[in-house]
């Protein structure tokens, strides 16, 4: 069975600092991968996906993600964390039956 | 396009009592899906569907059942309401190409006393 795994449930960055998420999957085939982003109150909206070729993908508002097949790793980025990036992230993983799987967020908050 | 909506946003029921969380999509996907949001356990999927007429069970499906008779709608129910089954519930959406993104409503928090 497919898993998703997000080591860090909480995670504190200064505004300007870099920020690094790290996501874990468990899947045989090679996945459809995808990050997510909950503002407080909202539903989620996509970062960014990988599904196959270049293995740095770039996404919305700033944010990249490397995957790594070694390591079944996908793991979000970001040069210059600004304050409104404080919320929640989600890794997702797409594999058997289309089922997509959830890890249990990293929640960031930025301080000034 | 309205995207993905949901109705009710918030919602009180007593032990017991029934109620249908609704779900609507404008953009003609087939892949629907009911997810619960709880503190520290992420998004749990609770069905799903690929299709008008095909429902399957996610990993917390007991309590619910759904329906899809069109490819706009996809409701849940809960049958008998327990105070375990307070959450923050997100449909989501999709087309069937599983490389493609899901779109999510602003979700119905439900607290059942």
């Known amino acids: 069975a497919q898993s998703v795994t997000q080591p860090d449930i909480h995670i504190t960055v200064s505004e300007g600092a870099s920020l690094e998420l790290r996501c874990n999957y468990s899947?045989?085939?090679?996945?459809?991968l995808f990050w997510y982003v909950q503002s407080p109150g909202q539903g989620l909206q996509l970062l960014l996906k990988y599904f196959s070729g270049d293995t740095l993908v770039q996404g919305i508002k700033g944010f990249e993600a490397e995957f790594k097949r070694s390591q079944s790793s996908f793991n979000l980025r970001k040069p210059s964390v600004h304050w409104s990036d404080a919320a929640e992230y989600f890794c997702a993983v797409v594999g058997g039956y289309q089922k997509v799987t959830f890890g249990t967020g990293t929640k960031l908050q930025v301080i000034p | 396009n309205a995207g993905v909506t949901q109705t009710p946003k918030f919602q009180v029921l007593k032990t017991g009592q029934s109620m249908t969380l609704q779900c609507a999509q404008d953009m003609n996907h087939e892949y629907m899906s009911w997810y619960r949001q709880d503190p520290g356990m992420g998004l749990r999927l609770i069905h799903y569907s690929v299709g008008a007429g095909i429902t399957d069970q996610g990993e917390v499906p007991n309590g619910y059942n759904v329906s899809r008779s069109t490819t706009e709608d996809f409701p849940l129910r809960l049958l008998s309401a327990a105070p375990s089954q307070t959450s923050v519930y997100f449909c989501?959406?999709?087309?069937?190409?599983?490389?493609?993104?899901?779109?999510f409503g602003p979700g119905t928090r439900l607290t059942v006393t």
């Open positions: 899947y045989g085939a090679t996945p459809y």
């Open positions: 989501a959406s999709r087309a069937r190409v599983p490389s493609r993104e899901q779109y």
